[in-house]
């Protein structure tokens, strides 16, 4: 099975991007992840963690922070354009932003690619393969919208961490994988154990 693209950028939320990561390895996926210059700031605001930038110390890192032994694991410095993935002749799956910050939102709407995720997204919209772009900003303005409405136009699909409460979460845990796995759902992987709608629950 090709490799998916798992792309980290500044916004808030990272605790989704880490969880997503370790559902798919423990799926025995093979990522090829790539955090932004941005993410790494806020992945010390959110969760205390000072992520390394050197890809092998990353991977490591990435190992002991998930638990995870399965799948395969390939980490890319923010600003290699020169990684496999920002080529169009590397297979993939597709590729996920999550979380998606406004500046990158806006540099791929606007076809700038200043850093990896920029590029392999730019790569992902011209091959024609799935880009799963999931924006956390609050509240949107018009360029926001504009941004997202150009990348929905040229492919994309835009699913934002949206909570829904029909599952009946308990645990801030089961948010967040509602939260992954229906953002994975839009690359056709099936995540988890998601407590799916078919119908009212019982009244408790
Ligand atoms: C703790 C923290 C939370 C942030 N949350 C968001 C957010 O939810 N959405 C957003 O667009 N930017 C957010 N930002 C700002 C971005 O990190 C900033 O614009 C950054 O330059 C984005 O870089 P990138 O797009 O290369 O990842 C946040 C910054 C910090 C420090």
Not at 87 to 93: C, E, I, K, P, Q
Not at 102 to 123: C, F, P, Y
Not at 169 to 191: A, K, N, Q
Request: aromatic residues 6%.
């Amino acid at each position: 099975m090709d490799p998916v693209v798992l792309a980290v950028s500044g916004a808030s939320a990272q605790p989704l991007a880490q969880r997503a990561l370790q559902l798919l390895l423990e799926a025995g996926e093979t990522v090829e992840l790539v955090t932004s210059r941005g993410a790494i700031g806020v992945w010390q605001a959110e969760l205390g963690l000072r992520v390394p930038s050197e890809p092998a110390a990353q991977e490591a890192f990435w190992r002991e922070c998930t638990g995870t032994s399965s799948g395969t694991l390939h980490c890319h410095r923010w600003n290699d354009q020169a990684a496999a993935i920002a080529s169009g002749s590397f297979r993939t799956r597709g590729m996920v932003i999550l979380p998606a910050s406004m500046g990158t939102v806006g540099r791929i709407a606007s076809g700038v690619a200043l850093d990896l995720i920029e590029r392999a997204a730019d790569v992902h919209l011209k091959e024609g393969r799935p880009l799963v772009i999931s924006p956390r900003e609050m509240p949107w303005s018009l360029v926001h919208l504009r941004n997202l409405t150009a990348l929905a136009e040229a492919g994309a699909r835009i699913a934002p961490p949206v909570p829904a409460w029909y599952h009946r979460p308990s645990t801030i845990e089961e948010m967040v994988d509602f939260l992954v796995i229906r953002v994975f759902d839009c690359l056709g992987y099936d995540l988890g154990s998601l407590r799916r709608w078919q119908g009212p629950l019982p009244p408790t």
